[in-house]
């Protein structure tokens, strides 16, 4: 954090630097040398009536005078470029070579400047300016007007500005180190410390919870890792369960297989009635303990995300008809009413086995567990979340308590009247895991000796003749258009 402040700030005063000098030095050294070639015009149009009239002594005058005021050196040329009078006297009768006074003697300019670095003759860097002016009288060229002035005040300035630049950069760069040494510590502080709760969640367990503080990021992370270790503590512990469970459930039919087998191998005389009843029991248990292999093969395959669903638009009330039916016998034989009101033109895209399953568990659960005389409610229809599936009966219901935890597995709210109804545990988690796979959602709501009702939401879709009858309908329409323009 320290070097890239630090690169960040080195870069941004360098830029600073640059651009702010740059614009600076343009500015003062540009106004400076456009005051002094006005300087230099007004020399030569004073200058002008005295070379008119030769009059050298009045010439020589006008240049020590405009010398003294602007302290700088003036000189009159010829033409052509020859000194004819320089204040310092030291380049009279010689001929200038300067640029800006070859534009006005070879290329007729009016005026001409420029600024020159005269270390070479000076101890130090010095910047003067040359300014040269035409002479003129009555459009007549009579000489060049010809100033040197220095221009190393400007500099000056320049190089003060950008020391004030320099020890602002250090002062501010050395502010920024503290500053941000600071604010890293009080970042890497609590960092510090999570990465240590971390260590300790490695060493310990999932129970080791952080105690983040405030609402910055860190004190973010610190509560999503507190989250993160409870979901992880708590699929722990449902992971010990469910093997414990499943151990259970597995061991029971083969427990009680183990105890018939061994009843007629313990049998000396067996008869056909007993040796019947006894297999008609271990082939229900070996049913049973099948069916429990299969729902727990289903949930495996779901936890993993490698089971196929075969998804496609389908009408929900016709598969909930067509499921309903096959349990009809079943609800007759218990005496349960069983009624449906189904919304045949309710579409949802699904597997329709997984669905069929979801229906057939919902509405086979609602059988059993409501007593002789009840009623189960099956209805299909559109609501604010899409498309929904209610199971209601008017059975035993479930007790409040557990309402929270009918959805695990191997759950049971009544485990003796639950395996005797042949139920495994799995069934309602089954349904809801195939629910979530097609991006739904499952709500119960039951109160005891009232009966329950389960409420399957889906997403829905267009009903696909629709889109048919409407693509047809544009396809007509634009038919009556061509034949009109026709």
């Known amino acids: 954090m320290l070097l890239s402040t630090l690169g960040v700030l080195t870069l941004f005063f360098v830029l600073v630097l640059y651009s702010v000098m740059g614009i600076t030095a343009r500015f003062l050294v540009e106004r400076r040398m456009r005051e002094n070639l006005a300087l230099a015009d007004e020399f030569a149009l004073e200058a002008a009536p005295y070379l008119h009239q030769t009059d050298a002594e009045g010439l020589y005058q006008l240049c020590l005078s405009r010398a003294n005021e602007e302290d700088a050196r003036f000189l009159i040329l010829s033409p052509g470029g020859t000194v004819w009078i320089d204040t310092l006297a030291g380049l009279s009768g010689v001929r200038l070579g300067h640029a800006e006074v070859m534009d006005i003697a070879i290329d007729n300019a009016d005026q001409s400047y420029g600024l020159h670095n005269v270390s070479q003759v000076a101890e130090s860097p010095y910047w003067v300016g040359y300014y040269a002016s035409a ?20 500099f000056d300035q320049l190089d003060q500005l950008q020391s004030a630049l320099l ?5 501010v760069m050395l502010l920024s180190c503290l500053l941000t040494v600071y604010l890293s510590s009080l970042v890497t502080r609590p960092i510090n410390a999570l990465n240590s709760v971390m260590q300790q969640a490695v060493r310990q367990g999932f129970s080791v919870r952080a105690l983040p503080k405030g609402r910055d990021e860190v004190a973010q992370l610190g509560r999503t890792f507190n989250a993160m ?18 151990s259970h459930e597995l061991k029971t039919p083969l427990s009680a297989m183990k105890i018939l087998i061994e009843s007629l191998l313990s049998s000396k005389k ?14 229900r248990e070996i049913d049973r303990l099948n069916l429990i292999v299969q729902d727990l093969l289903t949930l495996v395959r779901f936890d993993g995300k490698d089971m196929p669903l075969h998804l496609e638009q389908l ?18 034989k218990a005496d349960i009413r069983l009624e449906l009101e189904l919304d045949e033109i309710c579409y949802v895209e699904a597997d329709p086995s997984r669905m069929a399953q979801v229906i057939y568990n919902l509405v086979d659960n609602a059988i059993k567990y409501t007593p002789a005389g009840g009623s189960v409610h099956v209805q299909v229809g559109h609501g604010g979340r899409g498309v929904f599936l209610k199971v209601e009966d008017t059975g035993i219901g479930i007790p ?6 009918i959805f695990d597995r191997f759950y049971r709210v009544d485990k003796a009247r639950s395996r005797a109804t042949g139920g495994t545990g799995l069934g309602l988690s089954i349904v809801q895991t195939i629910v979530h796979a097609h991006d739904g959602d499952i709500e119960v709501q039951s109160e005891e000796n009232m ?32 034949a009109h323009e026709e």
Do not use: C
């Open 270 to 283: 067996l008869e056909e009635n007993m040796t019947r009843d006894f297999l008609t029991d271990i082939d």
């Open 315 to 332: 009408a929900l009330g016709e598969l909930a008809y067509d499921t309903v039916q096959r349990l009809f016998p079943i609800a007759k």
């Open 229 to 246: 270790s409870e979901k992880l503590q708590n699929m722990d512990k449902m992971r010990n369960d469910f093997i414990s469970n499943a």
């Open 167 to 171: 020890w602002s950069f250090v002062l």
């Open 400 to 405: 409040e308590a557990a309402l929270n935890h």
């Open 451 to 482: 009966g329950t009702t389960f409420t399957v939401w889906l997403p829905a879709v267009e009903d696909p003749l629709e889109d048919l009858l409407l693509e047809q309908t544009n396809i007509g329409d634009e038919k009556e258009e061509s």
């Open 135 to 154: 002479i003129t009288y009555d459009t007549d060229v009579l000489g060049i007007a010809f100033m040197a002035a220095s221009v190393q005040d400007v």
